[in-house]
């Protein structure tokens, strides 16, 4: 590796610190859960993914231990080749019922299989039209298939349908319109009742990345098509969110796209299948969810009086309904130091900033858990304000 490379690189990661925006990683010491130990420090965690509380949940250790004593560690192969166990196909099954699915098919992560998705399904005679806010994954799935490419304002209807128009009038074969189900940095719904008309009056597919949503958005948890009450044809999302926390993705639709998938999906062709403790624990993380309406209940009951607290005191948040609740500072620095002093008062957030997020929109996401109790809420509202009000952000 030359020199010239190096100091290069260098001199990208010295521009990173000096814009205010290195992203630093804290080492916990703990499971995961609404409060963790950081080092030896014991925090309250705000910014996980762990919807449900479930990431540490004694039923899913228990198993995957038992997994790991009945079918092994991991499968060092693909899936065709010799990496597939009765488990996989079992959690397949799960998922395609609990979504209301012909079938599913299993991923190392929901970014695999948002990259594995469009490539085998649509060609260049074909059309996606993509929410500007979309998730990376759906980005670079999009990259990486040879359809004409549209882009449509975040959740603007009236951008929507000049889009398809176009790709209609340009002689598209098959349209999709590839959204999130929710836009993870805003905590924003996709307005799926619109999208879904616009789809029929064009006669396009909807294809709907639901990784903050499913497990606890719409009746039992569905996400958020159930949530809307319409029907999508492409769902695709995580285990690694409210599902446990853990790993593995997954594209849930009709039987032929799924066995097209399993012949020509590329990230599933070429990658380890997922090892059977994850797909047992994920086959048991949606018993209980499928169970879980007093987790769901709690879930919203916390995120409601979080809202209503930060309010309270000055916050500038998004609207919404969701989990997903930030607090708007503006300024990377500002967000980086806010999350720093937030855990000097005991309280883990991170600050988002670009290009996470756009320039000038720098924010803290907090996120909401059923584990937190209403005494956790009251120690992070405490901190938010003490901090807020020292940096004069309040």
Known sequence: MTQAFLTDVADTLARIEADGMMKRERMITSPQGGRIDVGDRAVLNLCANNYLGLADHPDLVAAARAAMDSH???????RFICGTQDLHRELEQRLARFLGKDDSILFAACFDANGGLFEPLFGPEDAIVSDALNH???????????????????SDMADLEGQLQLARDEGARHIVIATDGVFSMDGYLAKLPE????AQKYGALVMVDD???TGF??????????????????LTGTLGKALG???????????????????????????????????AAGIEAIRLVEEGDALRARLFDNAA????????????????????????????????DMAARLFDEGVYVSG??????????ARIRTQMNAALTRADLDRGLAAFETVGTALGVI
């Open 352 to 361: 988002f900033f670009f290009p996470v997020v756009p320039r000038g929109q």
């Open 195 to 198: 999208i879904n008309v616009l």
């Open 305 to 336: 009086y979080w809202r209503a607290g930060l309010t309270a005191v000055g916050f500038e948040l998004l609207p919404g309904e969701h989990p997903i609740i930030p607090v708007m500072l503006g300024e990377a620095q500002l967000a980086q």
């Open 211 to 213: 990784c903050h949503a």
């Open 136 to 154: 990376a994954s759906i980005i670079d799935g999009i990259r990486l298939c040879k359809a004409k490419r549209y882009r449509y304002a975040n």
């Open 217 to 234: 958005m719409g009746p039992k948890g569905a996400g958020t098509p159930a949530h809307a009450g319409v029907e999508v044809d492409l």
């Open 72 to 78: 092994g560690f991991g499968m060092a192969s693909v």
């Open 245 to 279: 926390g853990s790993i593995g993705g997954y594209i849930a639709g009709p039987q032929p796209v799924i066995d097209l998938l399993r012949q020509r999906a590329r990230p599933y062709l070429f990658s380890n299948s997922l090892p059977p403790a994850i797909v």
